[in-house]
């Protein structure tokens, strides 16, 4: 299986050039909070705290903004309910879900071999 921008494009010419809105969806769901977010949620719902306690050095900030892109895209539903205090639910969307078993032999093949790509830039 050969997979390049030109075996892509040979279906779809414009796919993965400029303006072309799968750069946009490339980009959320593969930056390292985007996919550490899914990855979370594909345990199960999520409240705002257990979520940042899962995804380990998200700052609040990123976390929000993190959540919000998923959430546009799709791939994140949030569930508030009107109590007090306030709670908000997080979880997987099915087409998040479907995304996630996309992303999960490559989240596995990073996770198997990290530690040999990283250890020659070790001082």
Same mark, same amino acid.
């Given at each position: 299986?050969?997979?390049?921008?030109?075996?892509? +494009?040979?279906?779809? @010419?414009?796919?993965?050039?400029?303006?072309?809105?799968?750069?946009?969806?490339?980009?959320?769901?593969? @930056?390292?909070?985007?996919?550490?977010?899914?990855?979370?949620? *594909?345990?199960?719902?999520? +409240?705002?705290?257990?979520?940042?306690?899962?995804?380990? *050095?998200?700052?609040?900030?990123?976390?929000?903004?993190?959540?919000?892109?998923?959430?546009?895209?799709?791939?994140?539903?949030?569930?508030?309910?009107?109590?007090?205090?306030?709670?908000?639910?997080?979880?997987?969307?099915?087409?998040?879900?479907?995304?996630?078993?996309?992303?999960?032999?490559?989240?596995?093949?990073?996770?198997?071999?990290?530690?040999?790509?990283?250890?020659?830039?070790?001082?």
């Amino acid at each position: 299986m050969v997979v390049s921008l030109e075996s892509l +494009r040979a279906s779809q @010419s414009d796919i993965f050039t400029a303006g072309c809105p799968t750069r946009d969806v490339l980009d959320h769901v593969t @930056s390292k909070w985007g996919v550490l977010v899914l990855l979370a949620l *594909g345990g199960g719902t999520l +409240r705002w705290g257990e979520l940042r306690r899962a995804v380990d *050095g998200i700052s609040e900030k990123m976390l929000a903004s993190t959540l919000r892109t998923l959430e546009r895209d799709g791939f994140v539903e949030r569930d508030a309910h009107p109590t007090i205090p306030p709670r908000v639910d997080y979880s997987l969307t099915p087409l998040g879900t479907e995304l996630l078993e996309h992303l999960e032999p490559f989240v596995q093949w990073v996770a198997a071999r990290a530690e040999g790509i990283m250890a020659p830039q070790r001082p």
